[in-house]
């Protein structure tokens, strides 16, 4: 999922039903108060920009302050880290990766947010609140501790002018997986014979760096049938034959087409937003990767922008519908917080579903908002623009399932230690057969779901 590292230069009314009573701004009633927010540089500035119209907008209706401040993904990443672990922390602070919160709800150093969004919860799609419903070790229950606001599925980006170029036809993308796949290697043979000799056909992360890997072999995992790895009562299920000839067919095809030379072998060193700067240089003809952020970069260049094809997951092989897996970003409240009560009334004020939308479209939709009935009904979503269309239906539309680290922190954890990426690398670098590969990271799997037992209520 690209979201701005170093890449700092990258900077209508909705119907009444989606709407509804709970559309009205949240305004607190007691006494001015002041609350440290911290917040996610957009990939683009039309995102900073709504975020700062955001806090005005409720500075100006509710009498309280707001002292933010924005910051790059990476380095906030750190700071946060460091935050919770000095215990000085700030009132309020949007996540920025997966793992800090199943982390951090399980060693109960998070406000529990219930209060915030139970009284909304019902607007909002099912997928958006499981990523958002942690465990707590100490309480021995699952509680709210993000409130939803940012929705992202991933993706697939394609230069459509390439495909053409290399004797493709758009038209004729195949529908199901690994002819959608296969569909590229003969592009990649037509566009070197015409001179394009530094292009290749594939482009995703074969990294152990950010969480593009993860997606990445997510995706595939979920292709081949093995989306029930782990389970919303938290299980591994490393034991069922189905997931573990997925997890083989996974790792089977994301290193098969880099060994024969159709993935850039700079892949491997590539951080979150490497693949978005390759896709632009036209390394390659097909990117995956999460958000619209590959879209949004070219905004304004509209020729470049128009290239561009977003399109949704295949289906799987046996013509079977596949569900994207979903991962939700928006503000938590750490334990120490000062300002309390002034972070939890900024909370309720953003979730409400007009400003929230009002948001999230001021930045370019990069980030779709988990409210079906909004999505469907305002324009913007849906109809106005082809890449915000297949991007939204794959992440609100269409069938889909929370992020592991929602069911368990054992999957933050193994993402940490690069546990299934690295059973890839023994694949491309160590001549390790597939099922070896699985078997190994199936193992380390296990010894780490073993730190993390979940009571079944």
């Not at 009562?233 to 034959?241: P, Q, R, V």
């Not at 009904?377 to 889909?400: C, G, N, Q």
Request: aromatic fraction near 10%.
């Amino acid at each position: 999922m690209a979201i701005l590292t170093r890449r700092t230069v990258l900077r209508s009314s909705i119907g009444a039903a989606a709407v509804g009573a709970l559309s009205r701004p949240y305004i607190a009633n007691a006494a001015a108060t002041t609350a440290e927010v911290w917040w996610t540089q957009g990939f683009v500035p039309e995102e900073d920009a709504a975020f700062k119209t955001l806090v005005a907008n409720y500075e100006k209706e509710s009498g309280n302050k707001i002292d933010y401040s924005i910051t790059p993904y990476a380095a906030l990443r750190q700071k946060e880290i460091s935050a919770i672990t000095s215990g000085v922390v700030p009132d309020m602070m949007e996540i920025a990766d997966f793992a800090i919160t199943p982390i951090n709800a399980w060693d109960d150093k998070l406000v529990e947010l219930d209060d915030v969004v139970n009284p909304v919860k019902s607007q909002f799609t099912k997928t958006a609140l499981d990523c958002c419903y942690h465990y707590n070790n100490k309480t021995k229950k699952r509680s709210y501790y993000i409130t939803p606001m940012k929705v992202a599925a991933v993706p697939f980006h394609i230069w459509k002018s390439l495909v053409e170029k290399g004797g493709g036809k758009i038209s004729e993308l195949p529908k199901t997986w690994d002819a959608f796949m296969d569909f590229f290697k003969p592009v990649q043979k037509g566009l070197r014979a015409a001179g394009m000799r530094n292009v290749y056909a594939l482009g995703y992360q074969l990294t152990t760096n950010g969480v593009d890997p993860i997606n990445t072999f997510n995706a595939w995992l979920t292709a081949y049938g093995g989306s029930g790895l782990v389970t919303a009562d938290g299980k591994l299920h490393s034991d069922n034959a189905q997931v573990k000839d997925a997890f083989i067919q996974a790792i089977k095809n994301l290193t098969t087409p880099f060994k024969e030379g159709y993935v850039p072998p700079g892949c491997v060193n590539w951080n979150d937003a490497d693949d978005n700067n390759a896709f632009h240089s036209k390394l390659m003809v097909m990117d995956f990767d999460g958000t619209i952020s590959t879209e949004v970069a070219l905004y304004h260049k509209k020729e470049e922008y128009d290239d561009i094809l977003t399109h949704g997951l295949p289906l799987s092989n046996d013509g079977k519908e596949l569900p994207a897996q979903v991962a939700v970003f928006g503000p938590v409240i750490p334990k120490g917080a000062k300002n309390l009560d002034a972070a939890k009334e900024f909370a309720k004020y953003m979730i409400q579903p007009k400003v929230l939308n009002e948001y999230l479209k001021a930045g370019l939709g990069r980030w779709v908002i988990p409210v079906a009935d909004i999505v469907k009904s305002d324009p913007f979503w849906l109809k106005e623009d082809p890449h915000r269309e297949a991007y939204t239906t794959m992440s609100v539309i269409s069938p889909t399932y929370p992020i592991y680290e929602a069911y368990n922190p054992a999957m933050a954890q193994v993402g940490a230690e690069h546990v299934i990426m690295t059973s890839c690398f023994d694949v491309m670098n160590n001549g390790m057969a597939p099922e070896q590969a699985a078997a190994k990271a199936f193992k380390r799997m296990e010894e780490i779901f073993t730190k993390y037992p979940i009571a079944q209520s």
